[in-house]
């Protein structure tokens, strides 16, 4: 027996949802080493971070249904699950190995009724998950110093790819008044490959303390991914000679959109927030 007008009314609940949730995505953090070495010696690094979205704009899209995404920080931390990051870098002289790995899992639930459609529940579960891993080869383009203390400086180029993988999902199940209850689940997830190119530079403004900046883009059309990108800026303060602490505020946006046989999805945000981290220098 079919009822399109409790279907429509199921629909709406996924809109619900989907405003109330959305993926942080992760920083690149910014941890260009400027020390010296010599000739032939490696260089590895491990950076741990966390970037904490203050705001999140724009739309996401399951099976046709879009709707606009509007959230704080708050909003984020109440629906997540799990989240992880981390960089590795490996140099040797001015040439460099970069990988980049994040996940985030979130979910949220919630029941609605809609009397007037013959509804008495709906019952409504969304599951966000992103996650990607990326790499780069990187080539110190430009290094000098500056001043009488001698303070240095520096300019990385990289390029590579990125898999993406990216999983919104809803689950629906509605109670119709006197007819056949309804479940479905609608979206899924999709993975992709992407070209990425990076620069970034730092400077040093005394023993302890580094500025820098950095700027990524990816997508370029590549497998409905048309545009990824961050800019970041903040600074390294290293107490230690093989610890340093990284704080900074970054801008990072995605566009992403293919067909499924249920419709269309997409997602199309912007976050800003800050990003804290800490690079391990063995």
């Not at 007037?116 to 990326?134: E, I």
């Not at 302890?208 to 903040?234: H, I, K, P, Y």
Request: proline share 4%; hydrophobic share 40%.
């Amino acid at each position: 027996m079919d009822h399109p007008t409790g279907c429509r009314r199921g629909r709406d609940a996924l809109l619900v949802l989907i405003t109330a949730l959305t993926l942080p995505s992760a920083a690149l953090a910014q941890s260009i080493n400027l020390a010296p070495s010599a000739p032939g010696e490696w260089r590895v690094g491990l950076t741990p971070y966390l970037f904490l979205p203050v705001t999140t704009t724009g739309t996401a899209t399951i099976a046709d249904a879009e709707a606009d995404v509007d959230l704080d920080l708050s909003d984020i931390f109440g629906a997540m699950r799990f989240a992880g990051s981390a960089r590795a870098e490996v140099w040797r002289g001015d040439l460099g190995l970069i990988v980049d790995g994040y996940y985030a899992n979130l979910s949220a639930g919630t029941t609605l009724s809609f009397p007037d459609a013959g509804v008495s529940t709906a019952r409504v579960d969304l599951t966000l998950v992103q996650g990607w891993v990326t790499a780069m080869g990187a080539y110190r383009a430009l290094q000098g110093s500056y001043g009488d203390a001698g303070r240095r400086y520096g300019i990385d180029a990289a390029i590579g790819f990125r898999w993406n993988s990216l999983r919104q999902e809803v689950e629906a199940a509605v109670d119709i008044d006197q007819g056949e209850d309804l479940q479905a689940t609608l979206g899924g997830r999709e993975t992709w490959f992407e070209p990425v190119i990076g620069i970034r530079g730092g400077v040093e403004v005394s023993e302890s303390w580094t500025l820098g900046a950095r700027a990524e883009l990816g997508g370029f059309g590549a497998n409905g991914s048309d545009l990824q990108w961050n800019v970041l800026a903040g600074a390294d303060y290293a107490p230690w000679e093989t610890v340093s602490l990284k704080i900074g505020w970054q801008v990072y946006g995605i566009d992403f959109e293919t067909e499924r046989s249920d419709g269309t999805f997409g997602y199309n945000v912007v976050q800003t927030g800050p990003y804290l981290g800490a690079t391990f220098r063995f």
